[in-house]
């Protein structure tokens, strides 16, 4: 059974969307469209660019994928985890890892008391250096 059929049955997975969504889920890289593009056509070299756009637009309104971030140029990078977790962005090389760090009740309570805001989820991302910049900073 297609289980992306089972989450999003609204959602018609064409063999071309199928292809982005599994691309997607076999990287932890965190790809732009255009990667995600080169990385799809070595399985489906008809496919085009603006399907793999429409796709990932399509997978984020149906939470099946996230946009994490875009970068100094604008372009959106992509993640298929879309359970609750953060981002590590590397400010040098453009890196984007996959960290933890959950928030505890208190900052909850804090931001929802200062803010009236109801908080059901949250995101966070991290900006800073990667291990191998650091190491060549030194």
Known sequence: MDTVATISPELRMTGNRQIVLEVLRGTTAHPTAHQLFLLAREQQPQLGFATVYR??????????????????????????????????????????????????????????????FHIQWHASAFSGLCADCAADAE
């Open 55 to 116: 796709t990932l637009d399509l997978l984020v309104k149906h939470h099946l994928a996230q946009e994490v971030f875009r970068d100094k140029d604008g372009a959106a990078h992509y993640d298929a985890n879309v359970t609750r977790h953060d981002h590590a962005i590397c400010d040098r090389c453009g890196r984007i890892e996959d960290v933890s760090a959950p928030l505890h009740a208190l900052a909850y309570a804090i931001v929802e008391r200062s803010s009236g």
